[in-house]
């Protein structure tokens, strides 16, 4: 993740909280969820709002993989929920993704982005990359 987005690891691998920052000093927690490419997905991920942290970031792996970053802003998941058409509760503060959400996002980068959500897709060039 910090060599995709040129940002600085976290001083202590076990703090709490975040595992990167920016150029900005925003502090961005990063997950990852593996699947297979084909199908259905075996795992699924419950985006959390967590506190004191600005971007919440997704590493989607397939097939042993990265197909792609997702950062959510840590305020403003309702509004990426909505786009989802997520009927679940606490969208303000989770997202619990799944696979159709991945193929939305990837599919319309450019409408995540608008709503706030930080896409990066390969080939791992310097358009999709974030500060």
């Known amino acids: 993740m910090a060599a995709l987005t040129d940002c600085t690891l976290a001083p202590s691998r076990v703090q709490t909280g975040w595992d990167v920052a920016l150029r900005d000093g925003a502090k961005v927690q990063v997950r990852y969820l593996a699947n297979t490419s084909g199908g259905g997905w075996v795992n699924e991920h419950l985006v959390r709002r967590i506190a004191d942290v ?48 991945w193929l939305a996002i990837r599919g319309e980068p450019d409408r995540f982005r608008a709503l706030g959500v930080r896409v990066l897709l390969p080939p791992w060039c310097t358009p999709n990359r974030t500060s």
């Open 54 to 101: 600005d971007w919440y970031a997704l590493v989607i792996i397939e097939d042993f993989g990265v197909s792609g970053v997702a950062m959510f802003p840590c305020t403003g998941l309702a509004v990426v929920a909505f786009a989802l058409g997520k009927r679940h509760g606490d969208t303000e503060n989770t997202l619990q993704f799944t696979r159709l959400n």
